[in-house]
């Protein structure tokens, strides 16, 4: 392009006439066309002769003095007042755009497809998901159509999509989205020669996803992305995806902290609204299947620890009365922290989920372990007024200590349940009678008389005490304290470890 150079307050002479002029220095070889008149009589560094038109051509290459209202007269810059801007060559403003492609005529069908370029988050709290993808779009627009001798498109931004007609696509069920607009609008827009267009733009969204708790942590959730035509039902705009199944492309890149994505894949189908009619829509389903070694660490583990840290109870001498009940509450209130801080994270839901199960299950077995020592503690006082009540009797009675051995269980002595050293250390007594010592030589006395208990035992006949063989131990477990926590080193962990077999089983 020329660029010039003026320079006012130049003088140009001729005979006697002064005329202000400006001169010109252009640094390309053109030549420019001068008009000549009365006061310019002749063309100095003339490079042609003047024709017969008047006019002369002097090389641009020089300085030349002209006249200011010569120069008011130049012909306009070509390159500045083109016809062949935007607007021209797609005829925009010769069309009216606010009318769909082909208005009055069959629908107009506009292909789709995506690439999910992340999936960000899932919130389970919230239940829903956020997606950045691009979004292009496909149809034909004759109105846009132009002719090139190179048949090649032409690419724009997204100042021409405010002048022409696009679809109308919308997220269905999405809370929040948005085009991403860093540095500039990220929206394309490439028009070819017969007006097949390309409409793409890059846009992160927020949708809703319906989930299942149900199998918590062990479950799988399905979630879609709905795209639907806002205004145009399906007499007017045919929404498909253009490729198929191909039309939906992921990063191989893309993974979530929780969740393995498992599937990607496309659907359509027709959605009725009863006051505005039928819309194609189209579908982008994705599964997610949760990882469940965080839940693991987090959950199940710390709660079977609190489990199995209750069933130390019933190794602990029933009489340590504060160490077990410091024992029950620590783990009983551990266990509560653990369900609430599941529950902290978790949608109010109305149904069981399995992580309420496996914790609901172990704080009952923590609760459990609080009550046997509960019912170990109260057997144990009740034995122990019942013995006292006993030696009371034996003194006031003359009669030798049997210290807290009750009629059934003198009665198992002789059907040789009980050998003599076990007769002497039941309910955890020694040999010597608990009694005052101004007693003690009358007590060895009656003591040292055998036949008087044999006689007073064997009154029963040898059918009655085989008959009443199984109820005796029964009573003899109630009445034995330690026989309560022997049993419970059994059966708390096999019945748990029976449970985590069911519960695995069934989940996983």
């Given amino acids: 392009m020329p660029t010039y150079q003026a320079l006012n307050g130049h003088e140009g002479r001729e005979g006697n006439t002064s005329v ?26 003339l490079s042609q002769q003047i024709g017969s038109s008047g006019r002369c051509s002097v090389p641009l290459t020089e300085n030349l003095p002209l006249s200011s209202s010569s120069l008011a007269k130049k012909p306009p810059d070509v390159t500045k007042s083109r016809k062949m801007k935007t607007e021209h ?39 829903d998901f956020t997606m950045t993808l691009y979004l292009r779009h496909y149809w034909k627009d004759e109105r846009l159509s132009f002719t090139s001798s190179t048949n090649k ?36 827009l490439r028009v070819f020669p017969d007006g097949h267009v390309l409409y793409s733009l890059r846009v992160t969204v927020t949708a809703a996803c319906n989930m299942d708790f149900s199998r918590f942590p062990l479950d799988s959730q ?28 992921t990063d191989d890149r893309i993974s979530l902290s929780q969740f393995l994505i498992q599937k990607f894949h496309t659907t359509s189908r027709l959605a009725f609204y009863s006051s505005t009619g039928w819309y194609n829509r189209l579908y982008i389903n994705f599964t997610l299947r949760r990882h469940i070694f965080f839940f693991l660490l987090q959950t199940y583990f710390p709660a079977t620890l609190m489990v199995m840290l209750s069933w130390v109870s019933f190794w602990i001498d029933r009489r340590a009365v504060p160490a077990r009940v410091s ?39 923590v609760f459990l372990s609080v009550l046997e020592y509960a019912a170990v503690n109260y057997l144990s006082t009740v034995q122990d007024r019942r013995e006292r009540k006993m030696r009371e009797r034996a003194r006031s009675q003359s009669l030798p200590c049997t210290c807290g051995i009750s009629q059934t269980r003198t009665m198992t002595m002789l059907d040789g349940t ?6 002497n250390s039941l309910a955890g007594y020694t040999e010597e009678p608990m009694v005052p010592e101004e007693e003690q030589e009358e007590l060895r006395e009656v003591s040292e008389k055998p036949e008087h208990m044999v006689v007073h035992l064997s009154v029963s006949s040898e059918s009655t005490t085989t008959k009443k063989k199984k109820s005796l131990r029964t009573l003899n477990i109630i009445q034995n304290t330690h026989a309560i926590d022997k049993y419970s080193r ?16 069934v989940y996983c």
Wanted: aromatic residues 12%.
């Fill in 153 to 188: 498109s032409m690419t724009f931004d997204g100042r021409l999509v405010k002048k022409i007609w696009v679809p109308d696509v919308f997220f269905v069920h999405s809370k929040r989205s948005f085009i991403h607009d860093t540095t500039t609008d990220n929206i394309m």
């Fill in 89 to 127: 060559l797609l005829q925009v403003d010769d069309h009216d755009f606010t009318m769909r492609p082909a208005f009055g005529g069959p629908a107009i069908p506009v292909g789709v497809d995506v690439q999910v370029e992340s999936l960000d988050s899932i919130s389970e709290v919230d239940m």
């Fill in 418 to 423: 009980y050998s003599e050293a076990d007769t």
């Fill in 20 to 45: 202000p002029s400006v001169l010109l220095t252009v640094r390309e070889n053109v030549y420019l066309s001068v008009q000549t008149g009365s006061s310019l009589s002749s063309c100095p560094r």
């Fill in 222 to 249: 399905t979630c879609s992305l709905e795209l639907e035509s806002y205004a145009y039902t399906d007499e007017d705009l045919m929404l498909y995806w253009k490729s198929g199944d191909e039309s939906l492309s």
């Fill in 327 to 365: 024992l029950g509450i620590t783990t009983v209130l551990t266990m509560s922290t653990i369900i609430t801080g599941v529950n902290a994270s978790m949608p109010r839901v109305s149904y069981i989920k399995a992580v309420d199960i496996y914790l609901w299950v172990s704080f009952v077995f």
């Fill in 490 to 505: 059994m059966i708390f962990p096999g019945s748990y470890i029976f449970f985590n077999l069911i519960y695995w089983s």
